[in-house]
């Protein structure tokens, strides 16, 4: 920040004693000024940690590219954390670790507290999905002499980011005669990758003038899947014949299908010092991973019922009865609720639940970037290793202050740094799963870590960061 002339305001004290005061007339106050990067706050001990969690966490971003393939992997942790699915209201005694499905794309993990769940319970809400490029219904056709795929895309992309991009296909076939087939194809050595071709700069004069957003328009991301034509058929009826043999399946079958096309990059440190972390599907499995993590580290039996609420569907508006539009968590409340209350269930219980409950609603958020800054208002925007950052977007959708000072107190009191986030004005913003929540009468925040690249196909995070909002979802499930 630029700092100009000091402002010296003399105060006088009594009649005697002059007391000086320096005030830094076009910097922010102290507050602000003296906030440090949370590298620099951590001990020896701290920084191994930090490294550490990252480790786990990429590791997690690897296998975790779909909301199904999170779900997946989110399930096997939990259960090696000791967590059992619920099928039984015996299961909801203090200290049950409990895993609440929701046809594999979202889950919530639950640890029940010793206090009842109409009284308090705390919720970290995140999403598993991110943007993409979903199949079409009949994705195959010939062009060019080359076999491509159909596509639409899913969720904001910058669509010239999707061109030249190794990217693997990922998702399941349901059959007509019954069967699920698991595809994975591009994540392993050997396998193939599709790649949406650009122009070459020695024949593209004619493409030169479209705009930022149009470089690639939307019937243009389509992959190569095929190059080889056969003795009498073209290549695309040679990729079909591949593709329905080697599942076993039916062209038609690919109407029951969610094929997606993901980047194929595996996630990888960024920079000499390691400080980043850079993957694919950071926005949003970077909270969902700090919230399984937070509450899977719970020890003993919490006072409140914790819950780590998993979504699908957030990019494109929480639809579908696995977003966070639908009832899945008000489900889960009144399972609980009913379980606690040996089965005298009423409605006027949980909607007092509901209304008793606290969330931190986690999504990543966009950080300063150092190439375009003045796409931000910098005095309120985010910056990557400074913490957690508190989302105050205005125009209504902040929490309520006295929510917000509880959760500052939190963080304070276990010095995890925080910052906060506004948009530019007229400029930026974003949407969260908050709002869903809120309107059941839940206390809601909006808390996040920034990125660098966000939406795009590798996103880059801060270490330290990471490592601070899992300290904070701790922080926040430990409350008694
Ligand atoms: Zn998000």
């Known amino acids: 920040m630029k700092k100009h002339g000091n402002l010296i305001l003399l105060v006088m004290i ?4 002059a007391l000086t005061v320096i005030v830094n007339a076009d910097d922010q106050g102290d507050a602000w000024a003296n906030k440090k990067s949370g590298w620099l706050l951590l001990s020896a001990a701290d920084r191994q940690q930090v490294g550490d969690f990252a480790e786990d ?17 989110v399930e096997r942790r939990a259960r090696a954390a000791g967590f059992t699915e619920y099928t039984d209201a015996a299961q909801v005694k203090p200290g049950a670790r409990l895993i609440f499905p929701n046809r594999g794309r979202a889950l919530i993990l639950a640890v029940i507290g010793s206090r009842p769940i109409l009284e308090a319970s705390e919720v970290v809400a995140a999403h598993q999905d991110s ?27 910058k669509k010239y980011q999707w061109s030249n ?9 349901d059959t007509s005669d019954g069967r699920t087939l698991e595809v994975s194809v591009g994540l392993n050595p050997g396998d193939p990758v599709f790649v949406i071709p650009d122009n070459a700069p020695h024949s593209d004069s004619e493409l030169r003038n479209r705009t930022y957003t149009n470089v690639l328009q939307g019937e243009e991301l389509d992959p190569v899947a095929g190059s080889i034509p056969g003795e009498k058929d073209t290549v695309a009826l040679e990729v079909v014949k591949l593709l329905t043999s080697t599942y076993k399946i039916k062209e038609e079958d690919l109407v029951s ?8 990059a595996h996630p990888a440190d960024v920079g000499f010092d390691h400080g980043l972390v850079g993957a694919y599907g950071q926005d949003d499995r970077l909270s969902s991973f700090c919230a399984v993590r937070a509450i899977e580290d719970l020890k003993g039996v919490p006072a409140r019922t914790a819950l780590a609420y998993l979504t699908n569907f957030e990019e494109v508006g929480s639809v579908n009865n696995t977003g966070a539009g639908s009832e899945f968590l008000s489900s889960t409340y009144a399972q609980l609720l009913s379980a606690q209350r040996s089965g005298a269930f009423n409605d006027l219980d949980l909607r007092q639940a509901l209304h008793n409950s606290q969330v ?8 300063i970037n150092p190439i375009f800054p003045g796409t931000e208002e910098p005095s309120n925007a985010a910056r990557l290793g400074f913490g957690v950052a508190i989302k105050l977007y205005g125009g209504g959708f902040n929490a309520p202050s006295e929510y917000t000072a509880r959760l500052r107190t939190l963080m304070d009191r ?3 740094p925080w910052q906060t986030q506004t948009p530019k004005v007229d400029v930026g913003g974003g949407g969260t799963i908050g709002g869903f929540m809120s309107r059941q009468g839940m206390e809601v925040i909006d808390l996040g870590v920034p990125l660098l690249s966000m939406h795009s196909p590798f ?4 270490k330290v960061d990471v490592w601070n909002f899992y300290r904070a979802m701790s922080a926040f499930y430990a409350q008694p």
């Open 14 to 17: 009594g009649l005697t004693a």
């Open 57 to 73: 966490y990429k590791s997690y971003l690897n296998v975790a590219r779909t909301a199904e393939g999170s779900t997946r992997e």
């Open 131 to 157: 943007p993409h490029i979903d199949l079409k219904a009949r994705p195959i056709y010939p062009a060019g002499g080359f076999a491509l795929f159909k596509t639409i895309y899913y969720g904001g992309i």
């Open 165 to 173: 991009l190794p990217l693997a296909l990922l998702g399941r076939i």
């Open 257 to 264: 299908a969610e094929l997606a096309l993901v980047p194929a």
């Open 360 to 367: 931190i609603s986690a999504d990543a958020d966009d950080g």
């Open 414 to 416: 276990d010095n995890i």
């Open 459 to 462: 996103e880059m995070s801060s």
